[in-house]
């Protein structure tokens, strides 16, 4: 289970985040919704250890990382989604796909079948180019990549950025099904309300770089959520 404990995080002279508090854990979808520029992606590097808070804890199964970096994050099963994808233009879909292996010991290094099986698109495209696929597609390569790592925690900053409804839909029933698994926690930070709120089974709401609504899905009001959200 992922523990954040008032956590502050700063670019300089300017804080970013004040006092944050959250939970992700195993079987269930934790969903972190704002508008632009409140902080959601400087959470979402925090979490991974792209960006180092400044105070507060972050505890992954009653340990400490607050000031462990991302490739021993990622060693312990903490895996991330970035906003943009990242994905390697000149690569190919196969070896986009093998990046993962470096948070792996030797014996884990080969791909799931359960990737293709969540994603059986991206098994037609393994000889083509990463740069040559549509955002959808590639936003598929992005999740799929992340879980080659076996994950525990899932951290996924705005899928949905950019992507056809269609796939947006594709997207939502593979997260659905990795919550329903049990064997994962999944952090989404999104801006799209319905979609998170289709799914979540926790929200947090930002604003200006504090937690404004934080519960249970079926504790919270849609429309005050939606007050916070709204430009």
Request: aromatic share 6%; glycine share 10%; proline share 4%.
């Amino acid at each position: 289970m992922l523990t954040v404990k008032n956590l502050d995080l700063s670019y300089g002279a300017s804080q970013a985040l004040y006092g944050i508090n959250l939970e992700a854990r195993l079987g269930e979808i934790s969903s972190v919704l704002g508008r632009n520029g409140v902080g959601k992606t400087s959470l979402a590097k925090a979490l991974v250890g792209r960006k180092m808070s400044d105070d507060g804890e972050i505890l992954w199964n009653g340990l400490d990382i607050s000031k462990v970096g991302p490739a021993e994050r990622a060693h312990l099963g903490i895996s991330y989604v970035p906003q943009g994808r990242e994905i390697f233009a000149r690569l190919t879909v196969q070896e986009n796909l093998e990046t993962g292996f470096a948070a792996l010991a030797r014996e884990f290094r080969f791909i799931p079948p359960e990737v293709f099986d969540l994603f059986p698109v991206l098994k037609t495209m393994l000889t083509r180019r990463g740069g040559d696929l549509s955002g959808g597609q590639q936003q598929q390569l992005a999740i799929a990549r992340s879980l080659v790592t076996r994950p525990k925690l899932l951290v996924l900053d705005e899928p949905t950025e950019g992507i056809q409804p269609s796939i947006i839909k594709d997207i939502g029933k593979v997260l659905v099904s990795l919550r329903d698994e049990g064997e994962i926690a999944i952090l989404l930070v999104e801006q799209y309300l319905d979609f998170a709120l289709s799914m979540s089974d926790r929200v947090y709401v930002l604003d200006r770089g504090r937690v404004k609504i934080a519960g249970l899905i079926h504790d919270i009001d849609p429309l005050e959520v939606k007050s916070h959200i709204a430009v």
